[in-house]
């Protein structure tokens, strides 16, 4: 069931996008050829044009790139005069550090949050937690990142400016330890962003749950505290921020995008600016598909969490 | 003795209307019951008329907004909060209406297990739940996978085995097949009978009369009448309160007139008798004052034309 979906929504993305970026004012044979355009002829032009098939129509060039990429095959990027796919698989794993710290930390942080607020609620700190949450809620990321650099990078001098590693070091001379140096302004901003949403939710969640007739309940069996929160409050608000978690990814690679472009960050996020903006065709439409199959992996893992960790739907299943 | 001791308790709620006006809703006044260890006293009246949040006062579990005046007395000593909490779930135990409120995602035997006080809260739970017909298999269950009887038992042997004084059980019969009614009743009737005290909070006069000693009835937030079981026979001669006898008369297997009318919402209280507007027995005395409860042969009522 789950697959028929996706297999609908890839083809459905993948047809938008290739008519999209048909459409788009990008001349694929002058992005590919640059600055050099200038010594190419109108007859060069259309020899390289019936040489990619740019001269048939739409349908059939979309069956031609989908085939291909269904034979794996994603093409070349211009930019990097890579297979797309070797690009896609490097700029992920810089990516996945960055996104997986992220998501960890703006998880666990923001579920804190909301809990405190909403066992302290109307207090000063429930008020404060509130504020810094619709505050940054509606900050955009690039503003956050910017603001990070400068206090972090360029003031303090605590971390590099950007970059995924430092400059002018070989390759093989990078430790681990440059990484991650280089790793924390981006979590951090990513991650500053990212309580608001688990946090505000957790807190609502969690005042629902204390209003329950199971904790009333609870309470006039004498539970009260950490105790009573413990028992059921924490189960009982789990589930629902687990869940937001996982269905969080896509503002997670919309957040990634811009806090790598700030940070120059060689990611996914950077990757796809580049492409987007070089007209970088097959590097683009294959970042949409590996980025359509990341949020819809992020929503199904969403989905299978729910039918683990809940008995109800797990318990009836048996 | 009284084990549990309500005197004068006024229960209100503070809420806001259009207009942001701060208004009090008084929906429990100037009431006052009394428990007895042995004894089971059934708390009768309509949906509405704040026989739940009796329960909840007594336990001190009323939401924030809830202000109340008035004394509780457990065993000839004041219920403060302080005191409150170190009897909650140890000497005053509440057993709640529905499966609702069992937590969701636990499961029941560890939920029982947690109202234990002391001692090995596992055999004590094993214990319970097989004399309640529970089998092995329940106690992994979750509260969604149990039937409303089984819910019933469960919530029931979450006060049993915390070796509470005092149950007060809050509509434990609605929904219940005849069958499980009988059963219900009579786990509160053999708990009474080993020297506890029981307050059966209920809108089913009939079965309250089944298990009963003593009947309190209610009426829009206050006690109208606390008589014997014995006084419900016949007519109803010996009955108290115009209300009661009403409510008596309601009966299908006695005389099943309905009483015309209904209760008076908590913002419009009458200013005299809070049933003078439907009582057949009303005079213009009646709408000066609310009248005091008073003894009146071996038992309480609130009219002044009572004999």
Redesign the interface.
């Given at each position: 069931m789950k697959s028929v979906r996706m297999v609908t929504l890839l083809v459905a993305i993948c047809l938008i996008s290739f008519l999209l970026v048909k459409n788009s004012p990008i001349d694929p044979i002058q992005a590919y050829i640059g600055a050099d355009m200038l010594k190419v002829g109108p007859e060069q032009r259309e020899k390289i044009a019936e040489y990619w098939g740019l001269d048939e129509p739409v349908i059939v060039q979309f069956f031609n790139w989908g085939s291909a990429v269904l034979a794996g095959d994603l093409g070349t990027s211009m930019i990097y005069r890579q297979p797309v796919i070797e690009v896609i698989g490097e700029r992920f794993f810089n990516s996945l550090a960055l996104m997986l710290s992220a998501w960890l930390l703006s998880g666990v942080v923001g579920f804190v949050m909301g809990v405190v607020a909403a066992m302290k609620k109307g207090t000063w700190i429930d008020r404060i937690i509130k504020w810094y949450c619709f505050t940054l809620a509606s900050t955009p990321t690039f503003w956050m990142g910017l603001l990070v650099l400068m206090v972090f990078a360029v003031w303090l001098g605590w971390f590099p400016i950007g970059m995924g590693v430092p400059a002018g070091v070989l390759a093989e001379d990078v430790t681990l330890m440059d990484r991650i140096q280089h790793l924390i302004l981006p979590v951090l901003t990513l991650s500053i962003l990212g309580v608001a949403n688990v946090a505000l939710h957790t807190r609502q969640k969690l005042i629902d749950v204390m209003a329950s007739d199971y904790v009333l309940f609870a309470r006039a069996r004498g539970e009260k505290g950490f105790v009573l929160f413990w028992r059921h409050g924490l189960r009982n608000v789990a589930l629902p921020a687990i869940t937001l978690q996982f269905a969080a990814f896509s503002e997670l690679f919309g957040g990634a995008v811009l806090a790598e472009q700030v940070f120059s960050y060689p990611g996914l996020g950077q990757a796809t600016v580049e492409a987007g903006l070089r007209g970088d065709v097959p590097l683009l439409l294959g970042l949409v598909i590996f980025s359509t199959i990341f949020v819809f992996v992020g929503n199904l893992l969403a989905d299978l969490s729910y039918r683990v960790l809940d008995p109800r739907t797990r318990e009836v299943r048996k | 003795m009284s084990i549990l001791e309500v005197e004068n308790l006024s229960v209100s709620f503070k809420s806001y209307t259009d207009g942001f006006k701060e208004i009090n809703h008084k929906v429990i006044s100037s009431l006052s019951v009394a428990l007895e260890a042995g004894e089971i006293l059934a708390v009768v009246g309509a949906s509405g008329s704040g026989k739940s949040l009796l329960a909840?006062a007594i336990?001190g579990?009323l939401p924030s907004n809830a202000s109340i005046s008035g004394s509780i007395k457990y065993k000839d000593e004041e219920l403060t909060a302080a005191r409150l909490?170190t009897l909650?779930?140890?000497e005053l135990?509440?057993v709640?209406q529905?499966v609702?409120?069992?937590?969701?995602?636990?499961r029941v035997g560890s939920q029982v297990r947690?109202?234990a006080n002391g001692g090995d809260a596992v055999s004590a739970q094993r214990k319970v739940f097989e004399r309640y017909h529970l089998g092995k298999e329940v106690e992994n269950?979750?509260p969604?996978?149990l039937s409303g009887g089984m819910a019933r038992r469960t919530l029931l042997s979450?006060a049993m085995v915390?070796g509470a004084k005092v149950i007060i059980a809050d509509e434990p019969t609605p929904g219940l097949d005849p069958v499980v009614i009988k059963e219900a009743l009579s786990n509160f009737r053999e708990f009474a009978d080993n020297g506890c005290a029981v307050m059966l909070i209920t809108h089913d006069i009939e079965s309250a009369l089944q298990i009963a000693d003593k009947i309190a009835v209610f009426y829009a937030g206050t006690t109208v009448e606390i008589a014997s079981v014995k006084d419900f026979v016949g007519k109803g001669e010996a009955i108290r309160h115009p209300y009661t006898k009403a409510l008596w008369r309601a009966l299908p297997q006695n005389e099943f007139i309905p009483i015309p009318g209904s209760q008076p919402h908590p913002s419009s209280l009458p200013s005299g008798c809070l049933f003078a507007p439907r009582c057949e027995m009303a005079t213009p005395e009646c709408e000066q004052a609310q009248p005091e409860m008073r003894e009146l042969r071996d038992g309480m009522v609130r009219c002044i034309h009572a004999t």
């Open positions: - | 909840h336990l579990i909490a909650r779930g140890k135990a509440l709640p529905s609702n409120f069992l937590d969701p995602l636990m947690t109202a269950m979750y969604f996978q979450t915390s």
